[in-house]
């Protein structure tokens, strides 16, 4: 997966339900970001971190929550206040020395 | 914040011709731009990037082409291919390090 894993591919959420999306990278880089991609519309930023145990909101935090306890790791969970989840979750990360993103390979939200 | 802009949001070309994305921003502290391809349900793939110490980049049938003045970039295709089909997404960054902020995306669907 070229290095950054996430994980579960599909998920699916009850109503009032908080979920973890997972992602992992071992690229040792060390800034990581959530994006939220709708249909038609481009990416959203949702939390970033450059740093292990700090981390940033985006444009679109409400109703997300974010914790960065390992470089590795950078988990996203979407709360019960997030009120219109459904959407491709997109992790990505990049280290000081290269100025692009390596992209995961995504998850898709569905509220049931 | 950055502000980005891209146009059209959809362009359907004959196979062979050529096609055009255009992308305005808005902040002056913006530096870096790259292109990403995104396939159907996969992660987008960087296929192009520009700094802004120069205006024109190539690499074989894609090319990227920044107006710092203007204040916008476009990426140009020539001979497309039907594998060529995909959104294409710009982004604005202010380099190294630092978040993205993307365009709203443009499919392009490259007729045989």
């Known amino acids: 997966d070229g290095g950054i894993t996430q994980s579960p591919k599909y998920l699916f959420r009850k109503e009032g339900q908080n979920v973890t999306l997972s992602c992992e990278q071992n690229?040792?880089?060390?800034?990581m970001y959530w994006y939220r991609q709708d249909p038609g519309q481009g990416l959203r930023l949702i939390y970033y971190?450059?740093?292990?145990?700090?981390?940033q909101k985006g444009d679109i935090a409400e109703g997300y929550s974010v914790s960065r306890e390992k470089k590795e790791s950078f988990p996203l969970t979407v709360t019960s206040a997030q009120k219109n989840p459904t959407a491709f979750y997109l992790c990505?990360?990049?280290?000081?020395?290269?100025?692009?993103?390596?992209f995961g390979s995504g998850t898709r939200l569905t509220v049931v | 914040g950055e502000n980005v802009e891209q146009h059209p949001s959809t362009l359907s070309v004959q196979e062979g011709d050529s096609a055009v994305i255009k992308c305005t921003y808005s902040?002056?502290?913006?530096?870096?731009f790259p292109w990403y391809k995104q396939e159907l349900g996969k992660r987008p793939q960087l296929i192009i990037d520009?700094?802004?110490?120069?205006g024109e980049k190539k690499d074989q049938r894609i090319a990227v082409t920044l107006n710092k003045t203007a204040k916008h970039f476009s990426l140009h295709i020539t001979e497309t291919q039907p594998e060529d089909s995909a959104v294409y997404f710009c982004?604005?960054?202010?380099?190294?390090?630092?978040?993205?902020?993307f365009g709203s995306g443009t499919k392009l669907n490259v007729k045989p």
């Open positions: 902040d002056s502290a913006s530096n870096y």
């Open positions: 990505a990360s990049t280290s000081d020395r290269y100025y692009g993103y390596t």
């Open positions: 690229l040792n880089h060390d800034a």
């Open positions: 971190s450059q740093i292990v145990n700090d981390f």
């Open positions: 982004a604005a960054s202010r380099g190294n390090f630092n978040k993205f902020y």
């Open positions: 520009i700094r802004s110490n120069v």
